[in-house]
């Protein structure tokens, strides 16, 4: 493998680890979501608020199922990395156009999480505003 080849495995594989980092604080701060909204939820009895509620929560959840899977992905992607490095594997546009895939992902993640929780935060905040 060249040094350009190895260089930019060492890239992807700090990429990766980055990646695993981000998603570990991503779950943690959707835990805190979802355990903000339970404690809100224990003190209405509002039938809008609790559909709303419900809406939160799912979103909470479904952000919890594409992260495992994300997580997975990175996880293979790092074994993947590994193999080639090892030569047990060769470099391939699979390894690349995969490393891209994941990007791509994770860079909607970022975005979604990010609208979802700023989107939360406001209505908890009009609850004490109303």
């Not at 990175?74 to 080639?84: D, Y």
């Not at 975005?111 to 009009?126: A, G, I, P, T, V």
Request: aromatic share 12%; charged share 35%.
């Amino acid at each position: 493998m060249t040094d350009i080849g190895t260089a930019k495995l060492d890239e992807y594989r700090y990429e990766c680890r980055s990646w695993q980092r981000l998603l570990d604080f991503f779950k943690q701060e959707n835990a805190f979501l979802k355990t903000r909204l339970s404690e809100v939820v224990d003190g209405t009895s509002d039938r809008d608020f609790l559909a709303l509620a419900e809406h939160f929560q799912n979103q909470f959840i479904i952000k919890d199922e594409f992260m495992d899977e994300l997580k997975h992905d990175v996880n293979e992607m790092e074994n993947s990395i590994k193999a080639v490095r090892n030569k047990q594997k060769p470099f391939s546009e699979k390894v690349e156009s995969k490393q891209n895939k994941l990007r791509n992902e994770i860079d909607y993640l970022e975005k979604s999480f990010l609208q979802l929780k700023n989107e939360f935060n406001r209505y908890q905040l009009s609850l004490v505003d109303g």
